[in-house]
Structure formats: C-alpha cells, structure tokens
C-alpha cells in the first residue's frame, strides 16, 4: 500500500485482494448518490461451514466498532464446538433496503444452501425479522431470549411506573411465557426429530 493513499482507496484494494481468492465473494452496496452505505464478504472456507452447518443461523450485530457509523454483522452458525461467521458484512444502517441487498446476495451466493436454513435468531430488531420473512420464507425467525427479556427489563424499569415487587412479578411472568413458548414448540417438533444445534440456538 502507498503511503497517503486514502482510506478509500485502501479498502478498494483489500476487496479486490480478497476478490480474488478462490471462490470468496465481495458486494460493495451504494445508494443512489454513490454513498457507501454497506460491505458484504464471504470467503470460499466461510461457504463450505454454511454448507455443512447451516440449517440454524444466528443474526449478530456488533455496535460502535469504528468512527464511522457502520454496524458490523454477522451470520453465525454453531459448529461442533463453537458459533462460527458464514457471512461478515459492515452495513451503514439496518433499514429494508439495506439488509434486503445483504440477504439477497447471501442467497445468490450460496444458490443451493440457503433453501436449507430451518431458523434465524435475531435481536429486537424487528426490521430484520420482516426482511428475513421475506428473503427465507421457510425458516422459522425467532427472538433471542437474552434480548427479548434484556430488553423488557429495561421496559419495565424506566417506562412504566411500577413497584419494585411489581416489576419483579411482570418480568417473571414475561420469562414465563418465553420459555413455555419455546418448550410447545419442541415438543410440537417431536423429539426424534429435534436438531441439536436448532435446540443449542434456541436456548441463546
């Protein structure tokens, strides 16, 4: 890399570097004023996880990773081990469009995979919950429990005017009917057919 080459044209070179590599994948998305508004990249060994540990799909954003306001994504799969990324994106911000860009180049590029995505677990996001709708109509778009009950602990805190018994009840009674939900659910699937992997995602 030259010296005093701009930050633009050191991230043009290190995508087409990574274009290169063998079956690695690059989507550079702009809006209509020629903005940068998010970076897709997936390398050939990140399809080939997909393709073998793909069925169950968690949706991870990381916030406040750079001075420039993109959001760093990922589709994490659970390995034997451990989540492992399938897909890295830098996404300027989380709107239809965006994601819709995202997920479609996701599925141009995995053409055969992609069809056996059974769930998606996703945050409070619930932008991403329609758009996944839409993109994967046959997978199953489920709340991560953390979230969802972070997030109504943080509701029954500072929005509603409750006793400190009270918001102990109602958080209770929330967490209650998370777990009961997921546990009709398994027992809807049968548990010969429950997947591991599908059961370790929904405990998240």
Excluded at 91 to 96: D, F, H, I, Q, S
Excluded at 178 to 200: E, K, N, Q, W
Aim: glycine letters at 6%; a neutral charge; one cysteine or more.
């Amino acid at each position: 890399m030259q010296q005093g080459s701009s930050a633009q044209e050191r991230l043009k070179d290190l995508l087409h570097s990574l274009k290169q590599i063998e079956d690695s994948e690059v989507l550079l998305i702009q809006d209509d004023l020629g903005i940068t508004c998010g970076v897709v990249i997936q390398t050939g060994v990140q399809k080939m996880f997909f393709e073998h540990w793909g069925e169950n799909i968690a949706l991870d954003f990381t916030h406040g990773t750079n001075n420039l306001g993109f959001h760093l994504g990922s589709f994490v799969v659970t390995g034997p081990t451990d989540g492992i990324p399938v897909l890295d994106f830098l996404a300027l911000n989380e709107r239809a469009v965006t994601m819709t860009s995202i997920f479609e180049f996701f599925k141009r590029k995995n053409p055969i995979s992609w069809e056996n995505v059974a769930s998606f677990v996703i945050d409070k996001h619930f932008v991403e919950w329609s758009v996944l709708g839409k993109c994967f109509p046959k997978a199953k778009v489920l709340l991560c429990q953390f979230h969802a009950l972070s997030y109504w602990k943080k509701l029954t805190t500072k929005r509603f005017n409750l006793k400190n018994g009270e918001r102990d009840t109602v958080q209770r009674c929330i967490a209650n009917m998370v777990y009961r939900y997921i546990h009709i659910m398994l027992c809807s699937t049968g548990p010969t057919c429950i997947d591991v992997r599908f059961a370790y995602l929904l405990r998240c």
